[in-house]
């Protein structure tokens, strides 16, 4: 079992950066790629950036060039850097870790959520 929180949400103007944190806690070794999706109010959850264990990183068409995904394995913490923030970007923000063994796409363990707002 792996525990997801995230934090450092909050409302933020047009442009403006903001960093989302992740920490994990629980049966970590077993995490392959960490995740960051988010869900605006009447849309579908969609995928933000990945990492993978061993530090492969992909990212969303709509969010390249102004996130940036990182971890810090000593703190056991996965961070999402975001730049240039858009009204856009307003969403719930998760964090997500898919186990080893999984499917591609499926993830096993799931935060809470943190609530990003951006402001024009």
């Known amino acids: 079992q792996v525990q997801l929180v995230e934090s450092g949400g909050g409302l933020v103007q047009a442009g403006g950066s903001l960093r989302l944190s992740c920490a994990a806690s629980g049966s970590i070794f077993s995490i392959a790629v960490m995740a960051w999706y988010r869900q605006a109010p009447g849309k579908q959850r969609e995928s933000v950036a990945t990492?993978?264990?061993?530090?492969?990183?992909n990212y969303a068409d709509s969010v390249k060039g102004r996130f940036t995904i990182s971890r810090d394995n000593a703190k056991n913490t996965v961070y999402l850097q975001m730049n240039s923030l858009k009204p856009e970007d307003t969403a719930v923000y998760y964090c997500a870790g898919q186990r080893f063994g999984s499917q591609m796409w499926k993830y096993d363990y799931w935060g809470q959520g943190t609530q990003v707002t951006v402001s024009s």
């Open positions: 990492i993978s264990k061993g530090g492969s990183t």
